[in-house]
């Protein structure tokens, strides 16, 4: 086994929250410098930049096709995915569970689709940033049938599992919680291990982040996954 340096919660441009600098290749050089080796692109309910970020990282960076979602209860949970082809086939039901509502780019800022070189090549016209219909269960069950893995998001803050539920449900299978990075780890997400991810909308986010150690088979999208799994354990 062998230990790479992680930051598995990253935004783009496409997020509205996220500062138009967060391109593909700013991104790329930003967590190399950082020390990360791998990252996972995860905009609020959508991952139509991850393959600009992949093709922009090329061996330089391993790439976890991810989104974070924003469920009907207004949670926040990372969502990573073993393929580029499974998160887009999540991608594509988070998609029709979010209401059909445009973004209004004064307001809320533009959502930016980039191809490798930074080019924006096109905008998300559907606000992303809402909570979907998709519940907390159907979540999980989702994500496991793609063979994908759940991180509950900064469970010290507002839109967090804790702070909306009041608990990680007992039978959710996760490797551990996520804290932002002021926080503390909260004394409910005390019986799970917790890391802190840059969760980074401005390059100076990611300036600042401290990648965390996760043991790998190898360097690649499916020992990543394999090894958040073998992690995941229910509360229980
Ligand atoms: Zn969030
Ligand atoms: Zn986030």
Redesign the pocket.
Known sequence: MISVACDLHIHTALSPCALAEMTPRNIVNMARLAGAQVIAITD?NSCRNVTAVTKAAGNKLLVIPGL?VWTREDV?LLCLFPSLVSAEQFGAVVYAALPDRPCDGDLFGEQYVFDEMDRIVGWEERLLLSPTSLGVDDIASLVEQLGGCIIP??VDRS?SLINQLGFVPPYLKIPFVEVSRRGKQPQASGMFNAVTNS?AHTLADLAGSKPWPLSVESVTIHSVISSLLALSSTGT
């Open positions: 609020h974070e926040h998001a900064h839109y969760d």
